[in-house]
């Protein structure tokens, strides 16, 4: 399977506990994002790399959150001292970005991974 | 961005021909309207993109009216896997940072 993979698929932890999560896009395409998604909700923008480079961060993302994407392949989104608000789904997505010039229209195409399901009890 | 209004729910039976309409009254000039679903329990998937008049793909068919102020999705003769959520989205093509913008979607339920 080569679509876009995420590690683990679900996370169970107590309040005030730090977690981890895990992204592997498309191998060949350098945008990847992170997004955040509750109950009965869309997805909400977090994040964004181009590359290694982090471009943007959503207001969503407090001081507690991390991501990082080292090598401009895989990337981690960290949690720091969890709170029950953060019981979420999260999602990464990866996209190839279309070049000037070549009659590409059109909004890029995103392709999520299964996402991380993560609840702080 | 635009927002966008959809139903929150649809019911249809297997079968049939199933339209989904998205009110996004304050379009811009450069936005396109792109359509994504999602299966419980996995990420969203594109379906379908279009700017104005009709677009058509293996799965299904937009249409935009001239003024772009709604869209329909259409999917022929559903089936009970087509139960999913289904989001409209508008946004400009940038070629910068494209984050997506959900709204809460239409949960579309296929009745055997």
């Known amino acids: 399977d080569t679509g876009v993979s995420q590690d683990p698929r679900h996370k169970i932890t107590k309040r005030g506990q730090n977690v981890t999560f895990r992204c592997d896009p498309i191998?060949?395409?350098?945008?990847l994002y992170w997004y955040r998604q509750t109950l009965g909700q869309g997805p909400e923008f977090l994040t964004y790399?181009?590359?290694?480079?982090?471009l943007e961060k959503s207001r969503l993302l407090s001081d507690r959150f991390s991501a990082e994407r080292p090598k401009g392949s895989f990337s981690t989104l960290e949690i720091q001292r969890t709170e029950q608000g953060d019981s979420a789904m999260y999602l990464c997505?990866?996209?190839?970005?279309?070049?000037w010039g070549t009659g590409q229209e059109g909004q890029e195409t995103q392709y999520f991974g299964p996402g991380t399901r993560l609840l702080v009890l | 961005l635009a927002k966008t209004t959809q139903p929150i729910s649809m019911d249809s039976y297997e079968g049939q021909e199933v339209n989904i309409t998205c009110s996004h009254n304050?379009?811009?000039?450069?936005?396109?309207i792109t359509w994504y679903q999602q299966f419980p329990s996995q990420g969203p998937r594109f379906i379908i993109q279009?700017?104005?008049t009709k677009v058509t793909n293996e799965v299904a068919s937009l249409f935009i009216p001239a003024d772009r102020k709604s869209s329909t999705l259409s999917l022929p003769r559903v089936s009970l896997s087509d139960t999913a959520v289904y989001y409209c989205?508008?946004?400009?093509?940038?070629?910068?940072?494209?984050?997506?913008?959900f709204g809460t979607g239409t949960r579309l339920t296929i009745i055997p």
């Open positions: 997505a990866s996209s190839l970005p279309r070049t």
């Open positions: 304050n379009i811009a000039t450069n936005d396109y």
């Open positions: 279009g700017y104005k």
């Open positions: 989205l508008v946004g400009d093509p940038n070629f910068g940072n494209e984050k997506l913008t």
């Open positions: 191998s060949e395409h350098n945008r």
């Open positions: 790399f181009q590359n290694e480079a982090q």
